[in-house]
């Protein structure tokens, strides 16, 4: 079951002089966990705000073409109620905090959505533990620093349990080692419970191994879209200026040089280093 | 130059941010500060240009003690670009954003003219300089914020996490302009978790936890060093990793250059050809 599809989205913020995406057609099946990278300003953030109806609920301007989430059409169903089922992880989490206490903005979703209160403790728990928040929960939102912002945005959307996670630079204010737990916790939800995830992202150093799949967006288009390991190594790919992970990159140049390497391109350290021991047992 | 001296600092709320920080950036260093969340590093540094005083201690800023000068008069040389883009913009369109701080120091028209087409045009903006900074991307926004500092031609810089939501060709352009500003002698100080952009940078590290300063010197040492980094929240990067987990091979461990690293493995490998 495809979980997001667009046909021929093409949208347009109100006062904009050309569109900020255009012809997007993308399916998402369910399960899946979809990288969605490209050059700032490309549209990455304007695809994520159709995704949970923002476009075109909360945002005006012009939209053209179709999409649906959840095999629900977003422009005929209002932003609450797409968001029971797509939680959206913003950028910036100023834009997405204002109660009085951690607990209190974790637990706002589940308050609106009428889940009965024993539920919501135990969720808002869970939450608050995966993120690493939990000894902060009497905190008000403004007092912790943006990374802990950050994760307070997570374990808000992570509570809600929904069926697709979208998160836009999640970690982007996380010291690495945070930001690596993050990304195990989305990425064991994503395994283990099958909650499809869309993360938008620049440093694929850090998530490109997640990802079974990565879409490449430019000046508001699909440059690319397929299995990671073989998207990053091509030609399109290094034309337009993404990012790929060092490992990745060192492969590729060694490979340049004529050394021997296997096929399977490494997304980690882990991988190239495993690689290299192979090259160096074979050349004795 | 910056000298820090025994300084405290505690928030109103009664949060110890500082314990006991001493350290001095030379005119013309490029230092990183890194260290996990709440670790207090955006606190330190709000006392580089005055925006906090400690509570116990002193800062000196080319001699002069924070709490002495306004936080205008400190500003006129130390340039700070905050971490969130939105805590600093305001104006309705690019180009008097950029110009708001000149047109405040007395600049004259024609100089500020130029000086908003040189800060557009370095950080890639020209297109929007009508535009309502507001209307822009999160990236975009946090380079409309680093070029209406950059335009005053500060002799200290202060980056509060230039890299967040920039891609490769950005930071890549970051780099080389923080390059060009070390041949000016200006001192560059960033805040930053992006271990990739510093291992490219290799400027002197400094290393916090709570509130304090737990580890300071050249990029490389730190950056191959798993057990202070581990302290910090931090990780290594990808190709002191890789290094790190083939140490056992006889490889050196001290590498985070990719071209150090693909020369190193040629040798390597070619010595033992199939």
Same mark, same amino acid.
């Given at each position: 079951?495809?979980?997001?599809?667009?046909?021929?989205?093409?949208?347009?913020?109100?006062?904009?002089?050309?569109?900020?995406?255009?012809?997007?057609?993308?399916?998402?099946?369910?399960?899946?966990?979809?990288?969605?990278?490209?050059?700032?300003?490309?549209?990455?953030?304007?695809?994520?705000?159709?995704?949970?109806?923002?476009?075109?609920?909360?945002?005006?301007?012009?939209?053209?073409?179709?999409?649906?989430?959840?095999?629900?059409?977003?422009?005929?169903?209002?932003?609450?109620?797409?968001?029971?089922?797509?939680?959206? +992880?913003?950028?910036? $989490?100023?834009?997405? @905090?204002?109660? !009085? *206490?951690?607990? =209190?903005?974790?637990?706002?979703?589940? %308050?609106?959505?009428?889940?009965?209160?024993?539920?919501?403790?135990?969720?808002?728990?869970?939450?608050?533990?995966?993120?690493?928040?939990?000894?902060?929960?009497?905190?008000?939102?403004?007092?912790?620093?943006?990374?802990?912002?950050?994760?307070?945005?997570?374990?808000?959307?992570?509570?809600?349990?929904?069926?697709?996670? +979208?998160?836009?630079? $999640?970690?982007?204010? @996380?010291?690495? !080692? *945070?930001?690596? =737990?993050?990304?195990?916790?989305?990425? %064991?939800?994503?395994?283990?419970?099958?909650?499809?995830?869309?993360?938008?992202?620049?440093?694929?150093?850090?998530?490109?191994?997640?990802?079974?799949?990565?879409?490449?967006?430019?000046?508001?288009?699909?440059?690319?879209?397929?299995?990671?390991?073989?998207?990053?190594?091509?030609?399109?790919?290094?034309?337009?200026?993404?990012?790929?992970?060092?490992?990745?990159?060192?492969?590729?140049? !060694?490979?340049?040089?004529?050394?021997?390497?296997?096929?399977?391109?490494?997304?980690?350290?882990?991988?190239?280093?495993?690689?290299?021991?192979?090259?160096?047992?074979?050349?004795? | 130059?910056?000298?820090?001296?025994?300084?405290?600092?505690?928030?109103?709320?009664?949060?110890?941010?500082?314990?006991?920080?001493?350290?001095?950036?030379?005119?013309?260093?490029?230092?990183?500060?890194?260290?996990?969340?709440?670790?207090?590093?955006?606190?330190?540094?709000?006392?580089?240009?005055?925006?906090?005083?400690?509570?116990?201690?002193?800062?000196?800023?080319?001699?002069?003690?924070?709490?002495?000068?306004?936080?205008?008069?400190?500003?006129?040389?130390?340039?700070?670009?905050?971490?969130?883009?939105?805590?600093?913009?305001?104006?309705?369109?690019?180009?008097?954003?950029?110009?708001?701080?000149?047109?405040?120091?007395?600049?004259?028209?024609?100089?500020?003219?130029?000086?908003?087409?040189?800060?557009?045009?370095?950080?890639?903006?020209?297109?929007?300089?009508?535009?309502?900074?507001?209307?822009?991307?999160?990236?975009?926004?946090?380079?409309?914020?680093?070029?209406?500092?950059?335009?005053?031609?500060?002799?200290?810089?202060?980056?509060?996490?230039?890299?967040?939501?920039?891609?490769?060709?950005?930071?890549?352009?970051?780099?080389?302009?923080?390059?060009?500003?070390?041949?000016?002698?200006?001192?560059?100080?960033?805040?930053?978790?992006?271990?990739?952009?510093?291992?490219?940078?290799?400027?002197?590290?400094?290393?916090?936890?709570?509130?304090?300063?737990?580890?300071?010197?050249?990029?490389?040492?730190?950056?191959?060093?798993?057990?202070?980094?581990?302290?910090?929240?931090?990780?290594?990067?990808?190709?002191?990793?890789?290094?790190?987990?083939?140490?056992?091979?006889?490889?050196?461990?001290?590498?985070?250059?990719?071209?150090?690293?693909?020369?190193?493995?040629?040798?390597?490998?070619?010595?033992?050809?199939?």
């Amino acid at each position: 079951m495809a979980v997001i599809e667009t046909k021929n989205l093409t949208y347009t913020y109100p006062g904009g002089t050309k569109p900020s995406i255009t012809d997007i057609s993308i399916k998402i099946e369910k399960g899946e966990f979809v990288l969605i990278t490209g050059p700032s300003g490309c549209g990455k953030t304007t695809l994520c705000r159709c995704f949970n109806g923002l476009i075109p609920h909360f945002y005006q301007g012009e939209l053209k073409g179709e999409i649906s989430v959840v095999e629900l059409k977003v422009t005929e169903h209002p932003t609450y109620e797409m968001a029971a089922h797509v939680g959206l +992880v913003f950028q910036n $989490p100023e834009n997405q @905090l204002f109660a !009085l *206490s951690v607990e =209190k903005d974790v637990a706002f979703g589940l %308050e609106n959505l009428g889940v009965s209160r024993e539920e919501m403790r135990k969720r808002v728990d869970v939450a608050l533990n995966l993120t690493g928040m939990y000894d902060l929960r009497e905190r008000s939102p403004y007092e912790v620093s943006g990374g802990q912002q950050q994760r307070v945005a997570i374990a808000a959307v992570l509570a809600m349990q929904p069926e697709v996670i +979208v998160l836009d630079e $999640p970690t982007s204010f @996380l010291d690495p !080692l *945070s930001a690596r =737990k993050i990304f195990e916790v989305i990425y %064991e939800l994503n395994k283990k419970l099958g909650i499809t995830v869309v993360l938008v992202e620049h440093r694929l150093d850090l998530t490109a191994k997640y990802a079974d799949r990565i879409i490449i967006m430019d000046e508001g288009k699909v440059a690319a879209d397929g299995e990671t390991r073989k998207v990053l190594t091509t030609e399109e790919v290094r034309l337009i200026g993404v990012g790929i992970p060092k490992a990745t990159l060192l492969y590729q140049m !060694l490979r340049k040089d004529g050394i021997k390497l296997d096929n399977a391109v490494p997304l980690s350290s882990d991988e190239m280093a495993n690689l290299l021991r192979e090259a160096f047992k074979t050349g004795d | 130059m910056i000298e820090v001296q025994d300084v405290y600092f505690t928030y109103p709320n009664g949060v110890e941010a500082l314990k006991g920080i001493s350290l001095t950036v030379k005119k013309g260093e490029f230092v990183a500060i890194m260290g996990q969340n709440g670790a207090g590093k955006t606190t330190l540094v709000k006392h580089f240009n005055g925006l906090l005083k400690p509570s116990k201690g002193r800062v000196l800023v080319d001699g002069t003690e924070t709490t002495k000068v306004s936080v205008a008069t400190l500003a006129r040389n130390v340039g700070f670009v905050f971490q969130n883009p939105d805590h600093q913009l305001f104006s309705e369109t690019v180009e008097q954003e950029i110009s708001f701080a000149l047109k405040n120091f007395g600049f004259k028209e024609n100089v500020i003219e130029k000086r908003v087409t040189w800060a557009l045009n370095l950080l890639g903006l020209t297109q929007y300089e009508k535009t309502s900074p507001f209307m822009l991307s999160g990236g975009e926004r946090k380079r409309v914020a680093l070029a209406s500092i950059l335009a005053w031609d500060p002799t200290t810089l202060i980056l509060d996490e230039p890299t967040i939501g920039q891609d490769h060709q950005q930071k890549e352009k970051l780099r080389q302009f923080i390059l060009q500003m070390q041949t000016q002698e200006k001192t560059i100080i960033i805040v930053t978790h992006d271990v990739e952009f510093v291992a490219e940078c290799n400027p002197r590290i400094m290393l916090m936890r709570d509130g304090k300063i737990v580890a300071d010197g050249e990029g490389k040492e730190i950056l191959t060093n798993p057990e202070v980094l581990s302290e910090a929240s931090i990780v290594l990067p990808q190709i002191a990793e890789i290094f790190m987990q083939l140490s056992d091979t006889g490889l050196p461990r001290n590498v985070i250059d990719i071209y150090k690293a693909r020369e190193i493995l040629l040798k390597t490998l070619e010595k033992n050809p199939k």
